[in-house]
Nanobody, 127 residues
Framework: VQLQASGGGLVQAGDSLRLSCAAS????????MGWFRQAPGKEREFVAA????????YYADSVKGRFTISRDNTKNTVYLQMNSLKPEDTAVYYC?????????????????????WGQGTLVTVSS
């Protein structure tokens, strides 16, 4: 599975961005997809995830109500709509896919459950 993330950029606080992650290779129809981010000097953290089969979504508390994850099964693509961006959202954003299906928020939010990672796209939010 290859993952290609795109959509990052430099925006001002309060602006919006939409990230995309296109998956190619083996089908991801039975897997979830997740977004993680890593700010300079910090560990990689969970942002959002979506179950590919039933569309259940999971969010970190820090982005709940501002970010929305969605998927287009026909395009094997997952999106992360980010609204009301804050300077603390500045990070490299990575999309990821697990080796197999995941169950529950604890698994979806655990980066160790993901086998495939995109190259990352930088989001910079200025104050």
């Amino acid at each position: 599975v290859q993952l290609q993330a795109s959509g990052g950029g430099l925006v001002q606080a309060g602006d919006s961005l939409r990230l995309s992650c296109a998956a190619s290779g083996r089908t991801v129809s039975s897997r979830g997809m997740g977004w993680f981010r890593q700010a300079p000097g910090k560990e990689r953290e969970f942002v959002a995830a979506i179950s590919w089969s039933d569309g259940n979504t999971y969010y970190a508390d820090s982005v709940k109500g501002r970010f929305t994850i969605s998927r287009d099964n026909t395009k094997n693509t997952v999106y992360l709509q980010m609204n009301s961006l804050k300077p603390e959202d500045t990070a490299v954003y990575y999309c990821a896919a697990p080796l197999g299906p995941l169950y529950g928020s604890s698994e979806y939010s655990d980066p160790r459950q993901y086998r495939y990672w995109g190259q990352g796209t930088l989001v910079t939010v200025s104050s």
